[in-house]
């Protein structure tokens, strides 16, 4: 079993900033990407970051420049600072995790619970 956990959602103004972080635990050898998604109301999911085992990352052209994605190997975390928030920003916030299994020798992705941005104007 693998868990992921998000904190950091909430209420902030047009142009103000939030910090996500998500944790994650169980039977884990190893973790490949890790990232950030999102998905408003009647919307697709969308990728907004996504970080690689190396260190690269990859934003949407609508967070570039405002965005940053952060991982800790160690403490099993990636984290995604958000600043200069707008309006359209606002959307359910999920994290996503692709890892590598202790014991079991397979990959998966797990998806954390989603966690609530608004941006009021």
Same mark, same amino acid.
């Given at each position: 079993q693998v868990q992921l956990v998000e904190s950091g959602g909430g209420l902030v103004q047009a142009g103000g900033?939030?910090?996500?972080s998500c944790v994650a635990s169980g039977s884990i050898y190893s973790i490949n990407a890790m990232g950030w998604y999102r998905q408003a109301p009647g919307e697709q999911r969308e990728l907004v970051a996504q970080i690689r085992s190396s260190g690269t990352p990859n934003y949407a052209?609508?967070?570039?420049g405002r965005f940053v994605i952060?991982?800790?190997n160690a403490k099993k975390t990636v984290d995604l600072q958000m600043n200069s928030l707008k309006p359209e920003d606002t959307a359910v916030y999920y994290c996503n995790v692709d890892v590598n299994r202790r014991f /079991? +020798?397979?990959r998966n992705v797990y /998806? +954390?619970?989603?966690?609530q941005v608004t941006v009021s104007s």
């Open positions: 900033s939030l910090r996500l052209d609508s967070v570039k952060s991982r800790d /079991w +020798g397979d /998806w +954390g619970q989603g966690t």
